[in-house]
């Protein structure tokens, strides 16, 4: 059948029995008048039937088993796909660091069943800390940026745009930020192709598609079949998308991956006139974008300073979190909000505990409303000085204590503006997550994605790279919603500026001992930062272990909607207690995919977020 390449055979005017010449006549007319009237309309794929942003298979219990958790003492590695987790393990065998191993982890995950999250064509932010005590952590900002042509109201009119095609997509930077990672935190012990080449093996051999996979397929799949010449790995045969237990490979990929480690660094994916650039540029032209070769060479990793909070707990930790565009600044807001509080000591779900979480998330989401980049090529000083102060004013402690009298343990504030957002936050959405520690006490954890479900859908045969929608992340003036709140001044398009993403994987280090306590990290969109600061107070203020605190349900509330989400299975006291203080209680049945490594008495415990995404965790 071919009536799936062309999105415009199959509306019901053309169905008509009638001579086979008038009707070809008549489409062929009417094809050229359409095209020409709705050309732009029709270069985009039809919106799946679910939402494109939640393959999450299972969910949370309260039924535990213990076997999931993963002890080790040596090393581990906690990430969505048991292969992948496998793989960093073997690097740290062979002497790898944490970083080496997240390295070829991070490409793992990007290349096999969860492709739809993550891939070389999309970004990525890393939290990385060196043993030992002397040392603070550092984060990488390698989040896509907007190509040079990019401008503010580039999707007005056409919001389907930022979705799927050419135009959604932003310079890659995931595989410029492992290489970032690899030269500061490498063991140097392990060739930049020893990282790759076994990602590379695996994705030329092929494998069986899990049944992540396959329903990633099923929901994108009008959008696949719009694009299908460019995503023949992906049919079988007799024209069906793969299935579960399906065996699929990407020999264009695994090239891709090949050039990339015989050249010996990130250098050949990063030339304006190299094959890669010029094959990605094409793919994307080709797709409405307006992506160029050149734009790859003005893309930078940032290095930072982690941002850091402290003084966590009862215990002092230092929690240290993402930079950048990320939405770390956010979580650390929030958590020192949450710890503030005379030491909890409290259970899950208690009353009062779980108020102040919760009025903890809704002052974090109203955070995330004044972030945004300035951008790393901007020489305005002015611009530069202003988002340093924007940013730096939620981590003090006027702001904190000023904040917390704000919370009351008996009700939640009447309204959204009682807590002063500035603009309307951006709701990105997928991701994956993934943290290693070595034997060092090295400790690495990456989040990483291509935004919805297969990025842009558009999927280069020539390199086998799917390129990420990214540009969805950024705010869009003319969007309305049924709030009086204008989408972010702070998140508009601009040339080279990244997109704000909700990132913000943690770790968690005490520096009475020197050595790392926990690295989690999650997926989700914007409710990342809230699943981590409630993994945090589960961890630190109530005592519980990683395997419960990852797979036991949790709560999310964003400020607007004026929702508290709540998964299932639902605690009904805790649900009751929360409506008793005001709030609108939501179910849902899957919220984020989480995956942490908690270092206790010596052993690491990994443990990845089987239940709601399949991930499985391994260590030595
Ligand atoms: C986690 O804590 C629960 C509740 O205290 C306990 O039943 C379980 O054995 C613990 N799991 C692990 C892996 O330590
Ligand atoms: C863990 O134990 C349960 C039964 O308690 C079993 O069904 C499951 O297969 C076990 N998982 C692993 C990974 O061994
Ligand atoms: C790997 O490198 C580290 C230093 O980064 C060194 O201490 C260690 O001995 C090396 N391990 C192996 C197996 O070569
Ligand atoms: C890697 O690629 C860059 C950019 O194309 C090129 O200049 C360099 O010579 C290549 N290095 C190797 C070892 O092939
Ligand atoms: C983020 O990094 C910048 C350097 O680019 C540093 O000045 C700043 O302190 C860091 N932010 C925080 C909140 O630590
Ligand atoms: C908390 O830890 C910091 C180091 O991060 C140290 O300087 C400080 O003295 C500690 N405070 C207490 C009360 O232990
Ligand atoms: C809470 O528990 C911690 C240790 O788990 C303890 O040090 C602290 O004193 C307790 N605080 C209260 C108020 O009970
Ligand atoms: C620099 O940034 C400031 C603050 O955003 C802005 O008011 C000013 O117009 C900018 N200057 C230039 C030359 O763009």
Redesign the pocket.
């Known amino acids: 059948m071919t009536s799936e390449t062309s999105p415009l055979i199959g509306i019901p005017t053309y169905k008509r029995k009638r001579p086979l010449f008038i009707a070809a006549l008549v489409v062929a007319g009417l094809l050229l008048v359409l095209q020409i009237k709705f050309s732009d309309t029709h270069k985009y794929p039809p919106p799946p039937k679910i939402p494109a942003h939640i393959p999450f298979i299972g969910g949370p219990t309260w039924q535990v088993?213990?076997?999931?958790t993963v002890v080790a003492t040596h090393g581990a590695v906690a990430s969505d796909l048991e292969r992948c987790s496998d793989l960093g393990v073997s690097i740290l065998q062979k002497g790898g660091s944490a970083a080496d191993a997240a390295v070829t982890t991070c490409l793992c995950i990007g290349a096999l069943d969860t492709m739809f999250s993550s891939g070389i064509g999309g970004g990525a932010f890393i939290t990385s800390k060196l043993a030992g005590t002397d040392t603070d952590a550092i984060s990488i900002d390698a989040r896509e940026m907007a190509p040079a042509a990019a401008s503010r109201d580039m999707f007005q009119g056409r919001e389907i745009a930022s979705k799927y095609g050419g135009l959604a997509v932003a310079i890659p930077g995931e595989l410029r930020g492992l290489y970032t990672l690899y030269k500061e935190h490498g063991s140097g012990n392990l060739t930049w192709p020893e990282l790759i080449t076994p990602v590379a093996d695996i994705v030329r051999h092929g494998w069986k598609v899990s049944k992540h996979l396959a329903l990633a397929f099923e929901i994108q799949e009008p959008a696949i079949r719009f694009y299908r010449k460019d995503w023949q790995f992906a049919f079988n045969s007799n024209g069906k998308l793969k299935q579960a237990g399906d065996w699929i490979s990407r020999p264009a990929l695994a090239d891709t991956l090949d050039a990339v480690a015989r050249n010996g660094s990130d250098a050949i994916f990063y030339d304006p006139n190299g094959r890669i650039a010029q094959s990605l540029a094409a793919k994307t032209r080709e797709t409405s974008g307006i992506l160029t070769a050149e734009d790859f060479s003005f893309y930078r990793a940032v290095v930072e300073p982690a941002v850091a909070f402290k003084g966590f707990s009862s215990r002092n930790l230092t929690v240290y979190t993402a930079n950048g565009s990320s939405s770390g600044v956010a979580l650390l807001a929030g958590l020192a909000l949450a710890d503030g509080f005379d030491e909890v000591n409290g259970t899950d779900f208690e009353a009062v505990p779980t108020q102040r979480l919760v009025e903890s998330m809704k002052w974090l989401a109203s955070v995330r409303t004044h972030l945004g980049d300035v951008g790393v090529f901007n020489t305005n000083a002015t611009a530069r000085q202003e988002h340093c102060e924007r940013y730096s004013q939620f981590l003090t402690t006027q702001w904190i204590g000023r904040t917390r009298e704000k919370i009351r343990d008996d009700r939640t504030l009447p309204s959204w503006k009682d807590y002063e957002p500035a603009y309307q936050a951006n709701d990105p959405h997928g991701t994956s997550s993934l943290s290693v520690v070595d034997s060092w006490n090295n400790a690495v954890t990456i989040t990483t994605t291509v935004n919805l479900l297969f990025g842009s859908v558009v999927h280069d045969p020539v390199t086998g790279i799917i390129l990420n929608n990214e540009m969805d992340d950024f705010s869009i003036p003319t969007t309305q919603n049924a709030f009086d709140l204008r989408p972010s001044v702070y998140n508009y398009i601009e040339p080279l500026k990244r997109p704000l993403s909700s990132s913000a994987q943690t770790i968690v280090y005490d520096p009475a001992t020197g050595r790392v306590d926990l690295v989690i990290g999650a997926a989700g969109g914007s409710r990342i930062p809230t699943a981590i600061l409630q993994a945090l107070i589960r961890i630190y203020h109530y005592d519980m272990n990683i395997t419960d605190t990852i797979a036991f349900p949790r709560l999310h509330h964003q400020l607007i909607p004026e929702v508290l989400y709540v998964e299932d299975p639902l605690n009904t006291e805790m649900v009751k207690q929360m409506q008793l203080r005001g709030h609108t209680v939501e179910d849902v049945t899957h919220m984020t995919a989480m995956n942490g490594i908690r270092i206790k008495h010596g052993k690491l415990y990994a443990q990845s977020d089987?239940w709601r995404k399949l991930g499985?965790a391994a260590g030595y």
Do not use: C, L
């Open positions: 088993n213990n076997n999931d089987y499985i």
